[in-house]
């Protein structure tokens, strides 16, 4: 059965492989989404404990596949789906600039920065 998430949610999948050696280095963990014709490839990540994650925010309704890529037998050539569904919550999508000075989600909505310490931006 798929999961569910919503449009701008974040999906994230757990795999199970090797703890032991320098996994950071040794191991090449990625993941494949597709939704129809789009393809996303993202990195995955040692969480530690033998424990890898990727994570994705889908931006289109309906169904996504994956299929990882490995170059552990244990971490290769595993697959899965979601379903991504209408937001109901605040997720609007991620923040872009507008107009050159003002900020806004992907959906539209108004994006107020606000703080103490604007002046570190630039950091």
Same mark, same amino acid.
């Given at each position: 059965?798929?999961?569910?998430? !919503?449009? #701008?949610?974040?999906?994230? &999948?757990?795999?199970? $492989?090797?703890?032991?050696?320098?996994?950071? %280095?040794?191991?090449?963990?990625?993941?494949?989404?597709?939704?129809?014709?789009?393809?996303?490839?993202?990195? $995955?990540?040692? /969480? =530690?404990?033998?424990?890898?994650?990727?994570? %994705?925010?889908?931006?289109? %309704?309906?169904? #996504?596949?994956?299929?990882?890529?490995?170059?552990? !037998?244990? %971490? /290769? &050539?595993?697959? =899965?789906?979601?379903?991504?569904?209408? &937001?109901?919550?605040?997720?609007? =999508?991620?923040?872009?600039?507008?107009?050159?000075?003002?900020?806004?989600?992907? /959906?539209?909505?108004?994006?107020?920065?606000?703080?103490?310490?604007?002046? &570190? #931006?630039?950091?």
């Amino acid at each position: 059965m798929n999961k569910k998430i !919503e449009k #701008w949610g974040i999906y994230e &999948a757990c795999f199970q $492989g090797p703890k032991e050696g320098n996994t950071f %280095l040794k191991v090449k963990f990625t993941v494949v989404f597709k939704h129809e014709r789009k393809l996303v490839e993202v990195d $995955g990540f040692y /969480d =530690g404990d033998g424990t890898y994650k990727v994570s %994705l925010m889908p931006s289109i %309704l309906g169904e #996504w596949t994956f299929t990882t890529k490995s170059n552990v !037998e244990s %971490l /290769d &050539a595993r697959s =899965g789906s979601l379903e991504c569904v209408e &937001a109901t919550t605040n997720y609007h =999508g991620p923040v872009m600039v507008k107009e050159k000075f003002h900020f806004e989600y992907t /959906d539209g909505t108004p994006h107020y920065s606000f703080g103490t310490t604007c002046y &570190a #931006w630039i950091n």
